[in-house]
């Protein structure tokens, strides 16, 4: 968990929305033709469900992909010197964080989003969870504030074959109008797992310099198949940036 900190996190843009498998077969198609390679292709349940199965790299890859799309100046790059885009290879990776191109938020930049202007509250909403609120696997009687009402997967979405994720957008949104902040997908973030959280400083933290022993990336969220403990504001996940589950996906952000 995220202990309780002071941490000043500048203004920024986040999407709405996680990145759709369609949202991302755009990019990707304008990418793989401009010079980009993957080493992943992405899949879903459906076009407007969350982009599953994209390791970290090919998520940051596309992000700066993005950005040249759009116009705008990417983020990562192979080199300390911010002069060669990250294009291919899952190699080190240095931001430009003065830029305003797309990147991943950091863990920072994730929580104060998340929590849609309330403070000490459970989940983007206030301290209780239900399946009208998000897509999560309830377990009523493991946790006094998973109020279900039944238990086991999201019955809206627990149809078909797996994976059972929501399409974008489908709960109502936080405080600050941002949907799916809690449930359906882990996200990715920038930052190397470390702690204490908030490093190598509050103002704007963007996590440890370099990988710790769990050679590990943070990951917000929660997820469709787990339960609503993983789905508060506070919760942290890590992984191995070379993972490709059917449970994380990701959404951008822009520095002002």
């Given at each position: 968990d995220?202990?309780?900190?002071?941490?000043?996190?500048?203004?920024?843009?986040?999407?709405?929305?996680?990145?759709?498998?369609?949202?991302?077969?755009?990019?990707?198609?304008?990418?793989t033709?401009?010079?980009y390679?993957?080493?992943?292709?992405?899949?879903?349940?459906?076009?407007?469900?969350?982009?599953?199965?994209v390791?970290?790299?090919?998520?940051?890859?596309?992000?700066?992909?993005?950005?040249?799309?759009?116009?705008?100046?990417?983020?990562?790059?192979?080199?300390?010197?911010l002069?060669?885009?990250?294009?291919?290879g899952e190699?080190t990776?240095?931001?430009?964080w003065?830029?305003?191109?797309?990147?991943?938020?950091?863990?920072?930049?994730?929580e104060?989003?998340?929590r849609?202007?309330?403070?000490g509250?459970?989940?983007?909403?206030?301290?209780?969870?239900?399946?009208?609120q998000?897509?999560?696997?309830?377990n009523?009687?493991?946790?006094?504030?998973?109020?279900?009402?039944?238990?086991?997967?999201?019955?809206?979405?627990?149809?078909?074959?797996?994976?059972?994720?929501?399409?974008?957008?489908?709960?109502?949104?936080?405080?600050?109008?941002?949907?799916?902040?809690?449930?359906?997908?882990?996200?990715?973030?920038?930052?190397?797992?470390?702690?204490?959280?908030?490093?190598?400083?509050?103002?704007?933290?963007?996590?440890?310099?370099?990988?710790?022993?769990?050679?590990?990336?943070?990951?917000?969220?929660?997820?469709?198949?787990?339960?609503?403990?993983?789905?508060?504001?506070?919760?942290?996940?890590v992984?191995?940036?070379?993972?490709?589950?059917?449970?994380?996906?990701?959404?951008?952000?822009?520095?002002?």
């Amino acid at each position: 968990d995220a202990n309780p900190t002071d941490i000043t996190v500048s203004a920024f843009y986040m999407d709405t929305n996680l990145v759709s498998y369609s949202q991302w077969q755009t990019v990707y198609s304008w990418a793989t033709s401009h010079g980009y390679d993957f080493d992943y292709a992405g899949s879903a349940k459906a076009a407007d469900h969350p982009v599953l199965t994209v390791d970290w790299f090919d998520v940051v890859k596309w992000c700066n992909a993005r950005s040249q799309q759009a116009g705008l100046t990417p983020v990562y790059y192979t080199d300390a010197g911010l002069t060669q885009v990250y294009t291919n290879g899952e190699v080190t990776v240095y931001a430009y964080w003065a830029t305003n191109g797309f990147r991943l938020p950091t863990e920072a930049e994730w929580e104060k989003a998340a929590r849609g202007g309330l403070s000490g509250q459970r989940f983007p909403w206030g301290n209780t969870i239900s399946e009208s609120q998000a897509n999560y696997y309830a377990n009523t009687s493991g946790y006094s504030y998973d109020l279900g009402p039944y238990n086991g997967y999201n019955t809206n979405f627990n149809k078909g074959r797996f994976p059972y994720t929501s399409p974008v957008g489908f709960f109502a949104p936080n405080g600050y109008g941002l949907n799916d902040m809690a449930g359906n997908v882990l996200e990715w973030c920038w930052d190397w797992y470390g702690t204490p959280y908030g490093q190598p400083t509050t103002n704007n933290p963007t996590g440890p310099a370099a990988p710790g022993t769990d050679n590990a990336r943070v990951l917000r969220g929660g997820v469709w198949n787990s339960n609503a403990s993983t789905a508060r504001c506070a919760y942290r996940y890590v992984l191995n940036p070379f993972s490709t589950p059917n449970d994380y996906g990701f959404r951008c952000v822009r520095g002002l």
